[in-house]
């Protein structure tokens, strides 16, 4: 719905209807009186146009509710007072500053390249018109200039980041969650210099080269750092580089770091414990180590921990092993782990049942195994030696149920170590399924933020684009606190989509002088948007001034 207020139609003696439009021929802004062509014109202080309503024409539309909250996410982290001082406009008039406001609103909106953001996104978009920009902040080198301008900034922007989350949400950083993954790139394999290697791949494409990257987030989600190392990268030999680098930022303090196994050497843990002060950790622990500990967790009590969750304690000398054991954990992955059994069952009875030759036989089991996952293990599968064995007895399975008891015993359990050996058990458990926070984050990146696959080729541009999708991110985080406070349910993804049906377009109104009056306009927002904002406590702006134009063919 669009409003157009400013046209006057009936005319009392003592007023009339004015506005301010942009005149490029007299290079600044005058007032006028608007009048239909077909009404009779009083006479009026300021000078009067009749436009013709009947070839009203509307162009260009383009989304501008999105931008304008991706705007005012970035005036609510106070981005510009970092930002300002460090991208400041080139000789030639490029405002640096603006072009990354536009890299990241693409980012967190309607993600893609910047190829993508140069040939179609800016102009359908309202960005231009929000950042009192034309096109030609978007050409295509400049993107790239200025993706090479950002990374030098990373570390006092960590600095600066850390302090907004305090500010804006009281945001504590005294337990830290830490966590690897990787995102692939779609590029020329046989260039493996640099960041860009094959390595084993969380994204399922170990035929892509890939960048391995490390996230620090607070139980509440607040991303805090973050660093790109190699695809080739293992887990376990990330975390030492990482403490020393958080260390040298923010000061030595008392912080718990929370990690899932596979990441903590042995070494590393043992550093962690003889430095001064003593550097805290929860890590998650490998069922298999369980085996090793099972008699001795057979004599300890167990403790309630929280509703459902139950903890065995288990000192050993510097360290805590706790047995978790969640109900709801034990319901979930029994019910998995029978459902993936019950399928690979009925599918070895069918595999039975048909005429294959001993090869095939092993390429359907290949098969089975991979959709049963670790249900696989439960059944011991006796093979045929030859082709001549397989014509004659065929193959059988049965159920390992020896392993079964096994599985059923460590369902729902977790085995976890600290050198918080005085803290009450539950706040482990609960600092331990804050890991939850770190994966989110992952998967909005790689979902909502679409930081995969990567294009780029040199190290620099590869480390800018996820230095991009990272303070997109950021903005994203600012909406779900916000929308988590003053408006429960609804994500954030969610919130940018009803703020994108607000569109904005060219309303071209010829005058009967020959001229064209453009008004910029955005639609009215619906009743649903309408609750939203007030429940944001939100204002959208005045709209755009209106701009008179001489040609009677104007530019679109």
Known sequence: MLYLGE????????????????????SGARQIALFPSDRPVPEVEHESVRV????????????????????????????????????????????????????????????????????????????????????????????????????????????????????????????????????????????????????????????????????????????????VMPGNTSDKTTLGDFLHKIETQYGKSERVWVMDRGIPTEETLEQMRSSDPPVCYLVGTPKGRLTALEKSFLTQPWQNARESVQVKLLPQQEELYILAKSEKRIHKERAMRRRKLKKLWQRLHVLQTQKLTRDQLLIKLGSAKKEAGRAYSLIEIRLPKDEKDFKANGFGFALRKDKLRQTRRREGRYLLRSNLTQTDPAQLWQYYIQLTEIEQAFKELKGDLSIRPIYHQLDERIEAHIFIAFVAYCLQVTLKQRTRALAPGLTPRAALEKF??????????????????????YTQPEKDLQLLLKRLKLELPAQPPPRIQESANPAT
């Open 500 to 521: 994108a049906a607000l569109q904005m377009v060219d309303v071209h109104l010829p005058t009967t002088d020959g001229r064209h009056l453009v008004l910029p306009r």
């Open 7 to 26: 046209i006057n139609d009936v005319q009392h003696d003592a007023w009339c209807k004015t506005i301010e439009v942009l005149d490029p021929g007299r």
């Open 52 to 227: 013709k309503l009947s070839e009203l024409e509307l162009k260009r539309p383009r989304q501008w509710g999105a931008c304008y909250l991706a705007l005012v996410l970035w005036e609510q982290l106070e981005l510009d007072d970092f930002w300002s001082d460090r991208l400041l406009p080139s000789r030639q008039g490029t405002r640096w500053l603006n072009l990354f406001k536009t890299l990241v609103c693409y980012q967190l909106i309607d993600p893609g390249s910047e190829w993508r953001l140069h040939r179609q996104w800016y102009e359908r978009s309202a960005m231009g018109d929000l950042l009192g920009e034309d096109f030609a902040l978007v050409q295509k080198d400049k993107l790239y200039r200025c993706l090479d301008r950002l990374v030098e900034h990373k570390r006092d922007f960590f600095s600066y980041l850390r302090g907004r989350w305090e500010s804006l949400f009281n945001a504590r950083f005294d337990v830290l969650l830490y966590d690897l993954t990787s995102t692939y790139f779609e590029s020329d394999p046989d260039d493996l210099e640099g960041l860009r290697r094959y390595g084993y791949s969380r994204d399922r494409r170990p035929d892509c080269l890939q960048v391995v990257i490390a996230l620090i987030v607070t139980p509440e989600g607040f991303p805090l750092a973050y660093e």
